[in-house]
């Protein structure tokens, strides 16, 4: 029996959650009820013919996963060798690319056929959608009677068009089987067994620390790359660029790993994998023997950009710039020679780290100018929840009773942000440490009481499957199922439909379909707004009574306790907050001082804060901080936070004000307080 990617996608949840409801189902899936049930019946459909029991929903608020179908879902890994593949048409775009870089022969519209399945029309269509989609690559899918379907365009572009589609392919929870059938006619090509066999050596010998999920994906694409050197297609570099990569101790890695694949000994080849490695590997301050790197110093004024974009600092500054150049270094290297990275996360850190977002994108913006790249949303969105994971991290540490690892082969990142996540969410559990699939594998965790995972794991031990970003539903999950792990605690949620009809006996309904919604997530994010507190925007804290407009004043130091004295009055702030800002400013420098004429002043929150505020000064004339005529100042803007992430939504969309420089020119003309105020109102 053939089964669909959808249907195949409710297995592999179903291996991750062991019992849901059908609203459960519907916010995880982005599906409708329909469609969920549509692909319930094609699974029932499949285990009927497994002599397999069926998976009860209709009928029922809870769906019962029987421990029968778990037990063999887990044992034959949701039986994928026994499917007939049914490609999307994003998917046969990508098989065909890869197919056609392989090619050692004229690929007629037949060969096509056969390979997807599909008729001529559709092969003539996903052509041609190919060509649009492949347009900013610079590589083009010809046609001519001589050599067929081939691909026109460079050969360092090519490649970086094989590591996107493999990256877009990876997961599928087909994956392995669809690159087996692109394979099964090429003789000798590597597998992927020994590739990776190969990289954990190396990566014992000369101490690297891969990436485990990309090392996962690069495998992959070596395996394509090697069929392409067999037809002695090589990539070309400048002369002054291989001289100065020859120079980096990744080259002798690089050399290393070209012997033992058996690749052809070209030197511009060992480049490429040179800067491949370097884009793979993660960046290890320890290792500089002759200082920091630019890049490390880059890591060190990003780390104090931020502290001054978003008003707070951090406690351990050596550890976060550590943290961060490890992730930097090889991000560089993508960047430089656009090698793809996929973030599968990346609508949900927008979406849930929407104001972070916007602070870390603004923050980057320069250094992308002074490397010379772009910086993808991808890479912005990964150190987006670097920062966040680290704004998260709890301040206090209670006793706990259970002690936990998480499992997470995607990077730093991800597994920071995992970690804190599931801090903040169970008291009773401490994280102890982060490892690798690989790490898991091979050693014992037997010590410990529980593990998280973001990948499917073979243990004993208890084990919870979580997500680096997750949705309120998939906390209470997660919530739920832990708890009744720890202490035998079994929360049942109410049946939306007895709770409309109660609803419904006193009092007149509207809009079921908007209440139904609202009401299927209402209970966590009560849970979740009482644990985060309220965020406030720019116009709940920047009001008449916290602007001020002065024609001048005698110093800096007067002027930052003027711009301060809104939230003094009001309570918000103690005078010692006013006292640590001057000083912190005298200490550090004019750090405050984030463009022409406008300074963020604030200082920790533990100096003397009661309560999250935020008031505005404007001068017509000038201040010099710190009596330098290379920082005069007009417009001060006063934080006062109480964590390191209440203010942050105010913050991002004072970032977004001041990012526009008519809008900086416009606060210097307006006198009326009353128009400050529709100004911010208009970023609110």
């Given at each position: ?5 959808r249907?195949?996608?409710?297995l ?13 189902m ?8 329909r469609?969920?049930?549509y692909?319930l ?6 285990l009927?013919?497994k ?8 009928g ?21 060798k026994?499917r007939d593949l049914?490609l ?12 056609l ?6 690929i ?7 390979l997807?399945?599909?008729s001529?029309?559709t ?5 041609k959608?190919?060509?649009e989609?492949n ?8 046609y ?20 996107h ?5 990876i997961?599928?929870p ?5 690159i087996?059938?692109l394979?099964?006619?090429k003789?000798?090509h ?6 990776h066999g190969?990289f954990k ?7 690297l ?7 996962h994906q690069f ?18 570099f400048?002369?002054?660029?291989m ?16 012997g ?5 000994e070209?030197?511009?080849e ?6 491949q ?5 993660l ?6 023997e002759?200082?920091?790197?630019l890049?490390?110093k880059?890591c060190e ?13 951090f ?25 793809p ?8 850190i927008?979406?849930?780290h929407?104001?972070?977002?916007t ?5 980057l913006h320069?250094?992308?100018s002074l490397?010379?790249?772009t910086i993808?949303e991808?890479?912005?969105?990964f ?5 966040g994971?680290l704004?998260n991290?709890?301040?206090q540490?209670?006793p706990k ?8 082969p ?8 995992v970690?804190?996540?599931l801090?903040?969410l169970?008291s009773?559990?401490?994280?102890e440490?982060?490892?690798?699939l690989?790490?898991?594998k091979e050693?014992?965790?037997?010590q410990?009481?529980?593990i998280f995972?973001?990948v499917?794991?073979?243990?004993t031990l208890?084990c919870?499957y979580?997500?680096?970003i997750?949705t309120?539903?998939?906390k209470?999950n ?6 009744q792990y720890l202490f ?9 439909k007895e709770?409309l ?5 006193y ?7 908007g209440l139904r919604?609202?009401l299927s997530q ?7 707004e009482?644990s985060?507190?309220?965020?406030p925007?720019l116009?709940d ?5 916290t602007?001020?407009?002065m ?7 007067e ?10 009055r009001k309570?918000?702030?103690?005078p010692?907050?006013?006292?640590a ?5 005298k ?11 406008v300074?963020?002043?604030h200082?920790?929150p ?5 309560q ?7 001068l017509?004339q000038?201040v ?9 100042v ?11 992430t ?5 913050l991002?969309?004072?970032t977004k004000?001041?990012s ?9 003309q307006?006198?009326?307080?009353e128009?400050m ?8």
């Amino acid at each position: 029996m053939m089964i669909e990617k959808r249907p195949a996608l409710l297995l592999d949840h179903f291996l991750k959650v062991k019992h849901t409801t059908m609203n459960q189902m519907m916010a995880a899936t982005q599906l409708t009820k329909r469609q969920i049930s549509y692909d319930l019946e094609k699974v029932n459909q499949w285990l009927k013919e497994k002599d397999l029991p069926q998976i009860t929903y209709k009928g029922s608020h809870t769906i019962e996963i029987p421990e029968l179908v778990l037990n063999f879902l887990q044992k034959q890994q949701t039986n994928l060798k026994e499917r007939d593949l049914i490609l999307t048409e994003e998917e046969r775009l990508s098989v065909i690319y890869l197919y056609l870089f392989i090619r050692t022969e004229a690929i007629s519209s037949i060969h096509l056929t056969q390979l997807l399945q599909v008729s001529k029309n559709t092969v003539i269509s996903d052509v041609k959608r190919a060509n649009e989609l492949n347009h900013p690559f610079l590589v083009e899918i010809s046609y001519t009677r001589q050599k067929g379907y081939h691909l026109k365009g460079t050969e360092f572009d090519k490649r970086v068009l094989v590591m996107h589609s493999l990256s877009k392919l990876i997961h599928v929870p087909y994956f392995e089987r669809l690159i087996n059938h692109l394979l099964p006619e090429k003789n000798g090509h590597l597998h992927y067994e020994k590739i990776h066999g190969v990289f954990k050596q190396m990566e014992k010998q000369y101490d690297l620390p891969f990436v485990e999920e990309r090392l996962h994906q690069f495998a992959y694409f070596l395996i394509f790359y090697s069929c392409r050197l067999q037809e002695r297609k090589y990539t070309k570099f400048h002369s002054d660029e291989m001289t100065l990569l020859q120079k980096d101790p990744m080259w002798r890695v690089a050399s290393d790993l070209r012997g033992q694949l058996q690749f052809d000994e070209v030197d511009s080849e060992v480049c490429y994998l040179t800067i491949q490695l370097l884009g793979l590997s993660l960046g290890r301050s320890s290792a500089q023997e002759n200082g920091p790197d630019l890049l490390y110093k880059l890591c060190e004024q990003l780390v104090f950009d931020f502290e001054s974009k978003a008003c707070i600092a951090f406690e351990k500054k050596d550890e976060v710039i550590h943290t961060l150049y490890q992730h930097v270094k090889p991000a560089y290297f993508r960047m430089k020679y656009r090698i793809p990275i996929d973030n599968p996360l990346l609508n949900e850190i927008k979406s849930e780290h929407k104001e972070l977002y916007t602070i870390v994108k603004e923050m980057l913006h320069p250094i992308g100018s002074l490397l010379g790249i772009t910086i993808p949303e991808e890479e912005i969105g990964f150190i987006t929840i670097h920062f966040g994971a680290l704004l998260n991290k709890p301040k206090q540490v209670m006793p706990k009773k259970k002690q936990a690892i998480v499992v997470c082969p995607s990077g730093i990142s991800s597994s920071l942000m995992v970690k804190h996540q599931l801090e903040s969410l169970f008291s009773e559990i401490m994280v102890e440490k982060t490892v690798s699939l690989q790490e898991f594998k091979e050693n014992s965790f037997d010590q410990y009481d529980l593990i998280f995972s973001t990948v499917k794991l073979e243990t004993t031990l208890p084990c919870f499957y979580v997500k680096p970003i997750m949705t309120p539903i998939e906390k209470n999950n997660l919530v739920t199922e832990v708890y009744q792990y720890l202490f035998g605690i079994q929360y049942h949620d109410l049946s939306l439909k007895e709770l409309l009809q109660a609803i419904g006996k006193y009092a007149n309904i509207f809009d079921e379909k908007g209440l139904r919604q609202m009401l299927s997530q209402m209970t966590f994010h009560k849970k979740v707004e009482v644990s985060r507190g309220r965020q406030p925007v720019l116009q709940d804290l920047l009001k008449d009574e916290t602007i001020q407009v002065m024609e001048q004043l005698s110093d800096w130091e007067e002027a930052v306790k003027v711009a301060a004295s809104p939230l003094l009055r009001k309570g918000m702030i103690e005078p010692s907050y006013i006292e640590a800002m001057i000083e912190s400013i005298k200490t550090l420098g004019p750090y405050v001082v984030i463009g022409p004429e406008v300074a963020i002043p604030h200082a920790r929150p533990e100096t003397g804060v009661n309560q999250v505020g935020m008031s505005f000064l404007k001068l017509n004339q000038p201040v010099n901080f710190l009596n330098n005529e290379k920082y005069p100042v007009r417009l001060l803007f006063c934080i006062a936070a109480v964590d390191n992430t209440t203010h942050l939504k105010a913050l991002s969309q004072l970032t977004k004000l001041l990012s526009d420089k008519s809008n900086i020119e416009h606060l210097k003309q307006l006198e009326s307080t009353e128009e400050m105020v529709g100004l911010f109102k208009q970023y609110s």
